[in-house]
């Protein structure tokens, strides 16, 4: 009988490791991800601010559009920084 129990509780280690490697395998691509959305924000606020720089439109607008690259560059510096745990 104890031995039964000695590999029931093996088991039930064995399933938990399991089970935490494919959390671990699961953050780690949910990370990347993350990682890879932010560079495409950064990559499209700069490049919003670059094109309104060289493009000649009326003021307000032009502020309005520099308001939308800030914004994207943020969020996407912001999920650079971010980490899921």
Do not use: C, Q, W
Request: overall charge positive; hydrophobic content about 55%.
């Amino acid at each position: 009988m104890l031995k039964r129990r000695e590999r029931d509780k093996n088991a039930a280690y064995v399933a938990l490791a399991y089970m935490e490697k494919k959390r671990a395998i699961y953050r780690s691509r949910v990370n990347v991800l993350l990682k890879t959305l932010g560079l495409i924000f950064l990559i499209l606020g700069f490049l919003t601010a670059y094109l309104t720089a060289t493009t000649p439109l009326y003021p307000p607008v032009a502020a309005t559009f520099y308001l939308i690259a800030a914004l994207l560059a943020a969020s996407g510096l912001v999920a650079l920084i971010a980490r899921i745990e």
